[in-house]
């Protein structure tokens, strides 16, 4: 059973917040003043509370300088099982409360359902958090920068593919939106396969022009185009025993897809402006964003060299599929840019993770990454509200997560308006603001969507 600590001066209010809290099936106990706190939270014997409730005005110590007096103890600046209870209004104290290591804060006078539900967020944060750091001990340590993040069961299953074939030297395709993190599971392939004492070599196959592709991939001899006035080694001879990563590997032209097939099927190669074949013993990992077999219906890829490539399939899903990993990327985005110059804040307040995991973010993880660099320094040392979060389109990308709102008590009513809402502003969105193409695309007439937008103030 979850221990709770109901801090206040005022004796009604710990009394109703501890037969409430029983009620829930929590363990409660309760402190009239900061010393009381602190002594709770200081005892050996297991008594300490998992969870305090704290009231910022108590006797002889308040709940800030009880809150400073943790932090100044708490050594590796990890959040604090406190949850601060404000007058209404009064910002400036929450603010300093979440800076000093509070997980939330809920103000006075408050709904009691409100304050349960802050409560269930913490616990299950903390079994979140207990979870990761279970799996990173399985791990062992790893870079930071390297990290796989995610425990949903759609990234499980990339898991499961990725261990069951980095052994091996199979070809590998990564495909999947761009910003999924298709590279960095290249890398995860070369490090764990028989080929990890090679260097891995990363070309972007998009950013060069055919003519330059073909010298960057194969190497040219000298004098075999103006400027070429020595031999160079190309990608794949600089990847001999290691591995070559070709990313959008789906912008390759027809001419540049036959030679790569060839260093496919027969492991040699020549030069640009050479005849003398060059043997190769590399592994290749390839990616795309596109979907190649409708690219081979266009006639703008080859089906011969994609059953080359795609030996193995390895597909990442989009972070709109995913939801349940944001705030762990969260986390170790906060991690990652903490110690970034003008980047102060390494928390973030609940109503701005909502937003986070409401979002369907198009460019996904490293969408997500970006929205976190930039609220850091927006923020600029305080807690990351809504405010700082700066999201295209927020209002049109929007995901309502029914279950969610359902185990919250929302009633039906609400929830409908909001779908609705959604649902008017995305068809007005997609119209340019054109009414009458929005009524027909949502299969409305132009005075029922009036009536409609009125009634929501869309």
């Not at 796989?148 to 030297?169: F, L």
Request: hydrophobic share 40%.
């Amino acid at each position: 059973m979850q221990r709770m600590l109901v801090a206040d001066d005022d004796a009604a209010i710990r009394s109703i917040l501890k037969e409430f809290l029983e009620d829930e099936g929590y363990d409660v106990a309760e402190a009239g003043s900061g010393a009381d706190v602190l002594a709770a939270l200081a005892s050996k014997d297991g008594s300490a509370p998992d969870l305090v409730l704290l009231d910022v005005r108590m006797p002889d110590k308040t709940g800030l300088d009880v809150l400073r007096e943790l932090s100044n103890a708490n050594k590796n600046g990890s959040q604090l099982p406190v949850i601060m209870m404000t007058g209404f209004g009064a910002s400036n104290v929450a603010i300093e409360a979440m800076q000093l290591g509070a997980y939330d804060y809920i103000t006075k006078p408050f709904n009691l359902d409100e304050v349960l539900v802050t409560i269930q967020r913490y616990f299950e944060r903390q079994a979140l958090s207990q979870q990761v750091k279970e799996l990173s001990s399985r791990l062992g340590e790893r870079d930071p920068n390297e990290i796989i993040i995610g425990n949903s069961p759609a990234m499980q299953e990339v898991y499961k593919t990725v261990g069951r074939v980095a052994r091996s030297d199979a070809t590998v395709l990564i495909t999947g939106e761009t910003g999924t993190g298709k590279e960095l599971i290249a890398t995860v392939l070369h490090r764990s396969s028989s080929y990890r004492a090679g260097p891995l070599v990363k070309v972007n196959c998009a950013a060069l022009p055919e003519t330059l592709l073909e010298s960057e991939l194969f190497g040219h001899e000298k004098g075999a185009f103006t400027g070429a006035i020595a031999q160079r080694k190309g990608r794949f001879e600089m990847a001999n025993k290691g591995t070559i990563f070709l990313d959008e590997v789906g912008e390759m032209t027809p001419s540049t897809q036959k030679k790569l097939l060839r260093v496919l099927q027969e492991r040699e190669f020549e030069r640009v402006g050479g005849s003398v074949a060059v043997k190769i013993d590399t592994r290749v990992i390839s990616a795309t964003n596109k979907i190649l077999p409708q690219e081979i219906e266009a006639s703008r890829f080859r089906e011969d060299l994609y059953d080359r490539l795609n030996v193995i399939d390895i597909y990442l899903p989009p972070l709109r599929d995913r939801r349940d990993d944001v705030p762990l990327l969260v986390e170790h985005f906060l991690d990652k840019h903490r110690g970034r110059a003008g980047a102060g804040p390494s928390r973030i307040s609940q109503s701005a993770l909502r937003e986070l995991m409401e979002y369907d973010w198009p460019g996904n993880v490293r969408q997500l990454e970006n929205a976190i660099e930039r609220a850091t320094v927006r923020a600029q040392g305080g807690i990351i509200t809504e405010e700082h979060i700066d999201l295209i389109g927020a209002d049109s990308r929007r995901f309502i997560d029914i279950g969610q709102h359902v185990r919250h008590g929302t009633r039906l009513r609400d929830l409908l308006g909001d779908v609705e809402r959604q649902a008017l502003s995305e068809a007005l969105t997609q119209t340019d603001g054109d009414r009458i193409a929005a009524a027909a695309l949502l299969g409305l007439d132009v005075a029922e969507l009036q009536e409609r937008l009125g009634a929501l103030n869309v």
